[in-house]
């Protein structure tokens, strides 16, 4: 039994760490194409771009586990059961889920490991992902032209290129406006071609240009009608221009480390504690502040203070109903439009204050549900590789192929759906429509009893993937000469 497990087991190795290198790169793409106009252009050197993907890597890593797990279980049992292997060790009297016995351990292993992952390592790697990421982002680019559009990269100038020679990185066609000294456009000057090189320090950026002519004019003052206007013309001209904050500079790391992402468990129910603290505290001030009727606002008082023996002499029983009558005077016209008065004032500055609180209270309950989010999150995506190994293996067992044909293609629709549903109950939690919990456990609860009805029918050798179980049942459900006809034009493609 030793030797099987440890044959079943270098079956799955294999795999495994290939289709997990496989999805990781995938995933590596997908984030390349997503900043890629934030990395291009930046004259970045490649340790910092090797530093940015490896960082990058190591935040793809929860949602690969699951992924390589599912393709690597499906590929395993679907070319044990393609060579027959599964048929002779069910035949010497194994179960499948002995067969599956080592692998089960292997999973759990995998689970506790990206549970680790998750909570330790992935809050540190966020954080210099982030940093980096940001500091990246604030980089200047080095000069990046684009032909017929204006560029204010030059610290004092705008530039526009009418072409660009890639093969010689001429400049033709450049129209330059000089706004150094606060000028607006005073200075303009009109250029055939030129080159742009920037020093070795990279202080200054060096423009070349020829055969052009400069225009200038001077500040308009009041009380003036004319102005002098100068035209001068060049056969070369060289702009050098000073380049502030040109080298990379990275930012503090201590402005990031405080966010959801950077977190781990116990870090996250604090500052999750604190919030909801804050948040309670925030929403009973706004509730006493605002004014209602009389006797409103003495119940909401003696709740909000939690004053037992204030809120019994206030108990719901005894205000059923009020009578807008007895609030107004009884005879008295004269005194009712007052009333009206001071209850529309009251009205309009509830509002006001609704509208002004409302969206700050919104903000603050979002960054609540983004801590709680993530804490779950650590647990899901952990528990998402068990759940994709229960689905992976008796699937790959009841179809019955290997390789990276039918498995990829299942593993991708079976990955599909639970990101769609893993979205959907997260954007509910998100929004307060569903429970936190529910929404952030909706995928596990919709694909955990499948992985168990799977694992039931192929430890019961279930015909469930069988072409002869479907066309059986077709014949139950639709006309006889219909099916005729599809079994017909079946043969006869067959013999072609």
């Given at each position: ?29 997908q ?68 067969i ?21 390592i ?20 080095e ?72 225009f ?26 000073r ?62 203070m ?82 994709f ?35 959907t109950?997260e ?18 609860f ?15 050798d ?35």
């Open positions: 039994m030793k030797r099987l497990h440890w044959y079943v087991f270098k079956t799955f190795v294999g795999p495994f760490f290939m289709t997990f290198f496989i999805c990781v790169f995938i995933l590596l793409m984030f390349l194409w997503k900043y890629v106009d934030d990395l291009v252009g930046k004259g970045l050197d490649w340790g910092i771009l090797a530093e940015l993907l490896f960082y990058a890597t190591f935040g793809l890593l929860p949602f690969a586990f699951p992924l390589a797990m599912l393709l690597a279980s499906i590929m395993t049992f679907g070319e044990l059961g393609e060579n027959y292997e599964l048929v002779a060790m069910k035949s010497s009297g194994i179960s499948l889920f002995r599956m016995k080592p692998l089960i351990l292997v999973a759990l292993l995998i689970t506790g490991t990206a549970f680790f992952f998750a909570n330790y992935l809050p540190h790697t966020n954080l210099r992902f982030t940093t980096l990421l940001w500091s990246v982002k604030e980089q200047r680019p000069m990046v032209l684009q032909e017929g559009v204006f560029t204010s990269d030059i610290d004092g100038y705008s530039v526009r290129v009418g072409k660009i020679d890639n093969k010689t990185n001429t400049l033709h066609d450049i129209l330059i406006y000089d706004h150094t000294n606060n000028k607006t456009n005073e200075s303009v000057t009109v250029a055939d071609s030129g080159f742009l090189n920037i020093t070795e320090d990279k202080n200054y950026m060096v423009l070349t240009l020829y055969n052009g002519e400069n200038s004019e001077e500040s308009m003052e009041s009380g003036k009608t004319n102005y002098p206007f100068r035209r001068d013309r060049f056969y070369k001209q060289v702009l050098n221009v380049v502030m904050n040109f080298d990379f500079q990275r930012r503090d790391e201590n402005v990031f480390r405080n966010s959801y992402r950077m977190l781990n468990i116990k870090q996250l129910m604090y500052a999750k504690d604190s919030l909801e603290t804050d948040y309670k505290l925030r929403v009973r001030n706004f509730v006493l502040n605002t004014r209602y009727m009389s006797h409103l606002n003495l119940r909401l008082y003696a709740r909000m939690k004053n037992d023996s204030l809120l019994a002499s206030y108990a719901a029983d005894s205000i059923k109903y009020i009578d807008p009558a007895i609030l107004l005077p009884g005879n008295n016209m004269w005194n009712r439009p007052e009333v009206f008065h001071n209850a529309l004032y009251t009205a309009r500055n509830n509002f006001q204050e609704i509208n002004n609180i409302e969206n700050n209270l919104y903000g603050r309950k979002r960054r609540i549900n983004a801590h709680s989010m993530e804490f779950h999150r650590k647990f899901t995506l952990s528990f998402a590789v068990l759940i190994f229960f689905i992976g293996a008796p699937l790959g067992a009841i179809i019955r192929k290997g390789g990276l044909g039918m498995p990829v293609v299942v593993s991708i629709l079976l990955f599909i759906l639970y990101y769609i549903f893993s979205m109950g954007k509910s939690a998100r929004e307060d429509v569903w429970n936190m919990t529910a929404g952030m456990w909706f995928s596990t919709v694909f955990l009893p499948v992985g168990i009805f799977l694992t039931y029918k192929a430890v019961t279930s015909a469930i993937m069988s072409a002869e179980t479907y066309t059986n049942f077709l014949r139950k459900i639709l006309p006889a000469g219909l099916i005729k006809r599809f079994l017909k034009h079946e043969d006869i493609t067959t013999d072609q």
